[in-house]
């Protein structure tokens, strides 16, 4: 363990009885208090997340927006100073070298959020696709982030933010130079969990008083502390695609239910674009879809997918669904057995095991 990284909140998280293990080379909370109870704080009142090992790329320059036209699958035309977006960086054969989010700080000013496992890769991927007047710096060992997510997120946060109605921050939408007591941060209304909430940018120095602090004023609440487990079962139930399962180098974000994040008519000639063109015009062979067993048995990812004996596909993710008490995977199949009700066997411990395709997401929060 001594060889993995670890996040500014290492020493503090331990405090509280964290469970780590290796996620992509760092040492990472698995779970606090258990899984099961993580998830359920979080879709009934709010939890708690160091998400520092995720990546901060900062881009300016006078022709950074075409230069971001270029490498994203999203229209960042359509980005206000103080929005966000979703949007994922592909290759030429259209596989995914990420998802991410870009925040438009200023005019010519953006920071994009890439997953952990790939930072380097990415900062090497846009480096090699520079051109223009456009400067890139990756800060992600300067700056730590931090989740409250769940529906008392909101009441808990404000407790800090004297000086910010947190209302008044929009989905996908955010405040620079909020100060939550005496540290100064970036405060999103965008999460990972299916439900609201928000994501915090500081100062690595500052990570641990805003983490013990909402932990404080959150007590009251049910806030508690949360691991990877309950980080991947809540945005799997909400279909929220994980890079290195639903995503990869070989799985196109058409393929893997993303298509909302890919604008084929704009103007910008992206990376990849010809091939996304071609599957939303015409179909990509392959889909994303939900599976329920009917058989006993829990699907997880890479298990195979067979009907009447053929293999047509695999699980991407899968676990017993902490709120729904059901076993339930996605899986990545040949579209032609994607319709709804289809009965498939997946093979799990050499036994193929019958399950439905069902719609998806298998959760979405109740609106007020």
Request: charged residues 25%; negative net charge.
């Amino acid at each position: 363990m001594s060889q993995l990284k670890r996040t500014p909140l290492f020493d503090v998280y331990k405090q509280y009885g964290a469970k780590t293990i290796d996620f992509g080379g760092w040492e990472l909370p698995v779970q606090f208090s258990g899984i099961k109870e993580e998830h359920e704080a979080v879709r009934t009142k709010a939890g708690i997340f160091d998400v520092s090992h995720m990546g901060e790329i900062d881009v300016t320059g006078p022709d950074s927006l075409a230069y971001l036209q270029k490498m994203m699958t999203n229209d960042v035309s359509q980005l206000n100073i103080g929005s966000a977006q979703y949007t994922a960086m592909c290759y030429e054969n259209g596989g995914t070298v990420d998802d991410l989010l870009i925040y438009k700080l200023a005019k010519d000013h953006f920071l994009l959020v890439v997953n952990a496992s790939n930072i380097e890769k990415d900062f090497q991927w846009l480096t090699k696709h520079l051109n223009g007047d456009v400067r890139l710096v990756n800060f992600s060992e300067k700056t730590a982030q931090l989740a409250l997510q769940g529906p008392a997120a909101e009441r808990v946060l404000q407790k800090l933010a004297k000086g910010t109605n947190l209302s008044e921050i929009g989905f996908f939408q955010f405040q620079t130079d909020v100060m939550l007591n005496e540290a100064q941060a970036l405060v999103s209304r965008t999460g990972y969990t299916g439900e609201d909430g928000f994501e915090i940018y500081c100062d690595t120095e500052d990570v641990a008083t805003i983490w013990n602090d909402i932990l404080a004023v959150g007590s009251a609440d049910g806030v508690i502390p949360c691991g990877l487990g309950a980080r991947d079962t809540l945005r799997f139930e909400a279909m929220l695609a994980l890079y290195g399962q639903e995503l990869s180098s070989d799985i196109t974000p058409i393929e893997a239910g993303i298509g909302f994040a890919v604008k084929v008519n704009k103007e910008a000639d992206f990376i990849g674009k010809s091939v996304l063109k071609a599957q939303r015009e015409n179909g990509a062979s392959r889909k994303l879809v939900g599976l329920e067993m009917i058989d006993r048995g829990i699907p997880r990812h890479g298990y195979p997918v067979f009907k009447d004996g053929r293999k047509i596909g695999e699980v991407t993710t899968g676990t017993q669904s902490p709120t729904l008490k059901r076993n339930i995977g996605l899986a990545l199949l040949q579209v032609e057995y994607t319709p709804l009700g289809t009965v498939v066997e997946v093979e799990i411990r050499g036994k193929q095991l019958k399950a439905q395709i069902v719609k998806m997401p298998f959760y979405k929060k109740k609106v007020k």
